[in-house]
């Protein structure tokens, strides 16, 4: 009790949050009526009661059709703004925040719509914020080159460069030259690799594409030799606890492996990844893995640390925050 009041307490930072996977059904409801958009779901408890995942496509299926709902730049605004008010209330200091502009743009959104809204929040919020653009791995490397250029025009916006969506059949190098020109351009560079894949995506993501971090990567310990690197060079894994069980990653939070990834000196950060479809924000997720695992003051410290030295900020400004 004393040990989750201090964990709850602690300067955090998060590095892996969709920012469309923060739409509370609620939100959707209103923007859904605000915009005329019909929903396939006749109330917010319908919607919710959806939320029973058997994988990461079920998952996405449903995450995509609440986010039909986003039309203007307004709705973008509101859906950022709610986030972070919800990131400043468990102490979330500073968050480096997803976004699939793929999404949108299918729809006839505008690029400027969707980063400006976004934007516009992440400047008029207390918390430090950052936005990571995401290319959806499941569409093919020329629609992630024309999503690139269109999101130039916007490039002052945006820190860095993800890769989403469903992994398994679509590995990392698929997006070897996107994200090449990505890293002439300056942009910092992630992707999600082990959630569902395998290591060898992990592998490839590293070598491939040249990531800084591995988004979930907790599939790292089969391969002994690739784990033995990821804490070599101190690569971060943003690892999610919640979405890894609502996902059947694991089964339950006890077979969670973030104590093994720990033992292994791996950089691991504590993450929502879609807090409104999983069950929980930043404190609940580290609620739920001191509730379930073997982890004392001195994990929650090294955890809480972890998620700033990973994150995308000069030294000084991370020393200003730890
Ligand atoms: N994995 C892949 N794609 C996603 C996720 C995830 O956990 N969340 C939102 N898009
Ligand atoms: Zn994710």
Redesign the pocket.
Known sequence: PQLRAIVRGMPKAELHI?IE?SLEPELIFALAARNGVPLGYESVEHLRSAYAFTD?QSF?DI?YAGASVLLKEQDFYDMTQAYLQRAEADNVLHTEIFFDPQTHTARGVAMADVINGIHRACQDSPVSAALILCFLRHLSEEEAFETLEDALPHRDKFIGIGL??S?VGNPPEKFSRVFARCRELGLHLVA?AG?EGPPAYIRTALDDLQVERIDHGVRCLEDAELTARLAREQIALTV?PL?NTKLRVFDQMHDHNLVQLLDAGLLVTVNS??PAYFGGYMNDNFDAIFDALPLGLSHAHRLARNGFIAAFLPQAQKDAFL
């Open positions: 969709h996977g990461l996405l995450y989403d969506s992994e999600h959630e999610c979405s990844d879609d």
